[in-house]
T-cell receptor, first 112, second 112 residues
Framework: DAGVIQSPRHEVTEMGQEVTLRCKPI?????LFWYRQTMMRGLELLIYFNNNVPIDDSGMPEDRFSAKMPNASFSTLKIQPSEPRDSAVYFC??????????FGPGTRLLVL | DQQVKQNSPSLSVQEGRISILNCDYT??????FLWYKKYPAEGPTFLIS?????DKNEDGRFTVFLNKSAKHLSLHIVPSQPGDSAVYFCAASATSGSRLTFGEGTQLTVNP
């Protein structure tokens, strides 16, 4: 079975550039979550969707961050413009209703 | 405000012995708890969960105990194996399927 798929696995970019992270959830899962992991703040939720609708985006740090889920099998997290403090590992996770979340391998982002 | 705390950053045990990882929470609205294991450069892997209507859940070598009055849960691994060496995260949510709040993680090392 394919798990959660994230791309790219690694991204190095320069400050001010746009970054787009992609996620394909497990087929049949109706909830999708974006998390960020940093040394300072650990694993923190950025936003999550139920049935493609954003439910809670209170963790999105600022307007430079946006997330979309145009259909049940695809989501993007965009940072524009990127800053060095956005450097982190970004995880996508998906779940069935009332089930555990299954995580992708993460995208390691470095903003120079 | 750290609502989920893992006070031990690291734990070292001998192969074959029991590993006990602890987690405390402060939010009385949490009613669904999970443990994840994380290897370097991979996403967190779901291990086991427990809802607040139970005080114990078992899956093979892994048992999670929940003490609601103390707002404390623990993960027992018996017997511990070298392949169990990883970072273990405790997580909690107000309802299953909603946002997870993670602890800081405990690095478990199982020595052969």
């Amino acid at each position: 079975d394919a798990g959660v798929i994230q791309s790219p696995r690694h991204e190095v970019t320069e400050m001010g550039q746009e970054v787009t992270l992609r996620c394909k959830p497990i087929s049949g899962h109706n909830s999708l979550f974006w998390y960020r992991q940093t040394m300072m703040r650990g694993l923190e939720l950025l936003i999550y969707f139920n049935n493609n609708v954003p439910i809670d985006d209170s963790g999105m740090p600022e307007d430079r961050f946006s997330a979309k889920m145009p259909n049940a099998s695809f989501s993007t997290l965009k940072i524009q413009p990127s800053e060095p403090r956005d450097s982190a590992v970004y995880f996508c996770a998906s779940s069935y209703p009332q089930g555990p979340q299954y995580f992708g391998p993460g995208t390691r982002l470095l903003v120079l | 405000d750290q609502q989920v705390k893992q006070n031990s950053p690291s734990l070292s045990v001998q192969e074959g012995r029991i590993s006990i990882l602890n987690c405390d929470y402060t939010n009385s609205m949490f009613d669904y708890f999970l443990w994840y294991k994380k290897y370097p450069a991979e996403g967190p892997t779901f291990l086991i969960s427990i809802s607040s209507i139970k005080d114990k859940n078992e899956d093979g070598r892994f048992t999670v105990f929940l003490n609601k009055s103390a707002k404390h849960l623990s993960l027992h691994i018996v017997p511990s194996q070298p392949g169990d060496s990883a970072v273990y995260f405790c997580a909690a949510s107000a309802t299953s399927g909603s946002r997870l709040t993670f602890g800081e993680g405990t690095q478990l090392t199982v020595n052969p």
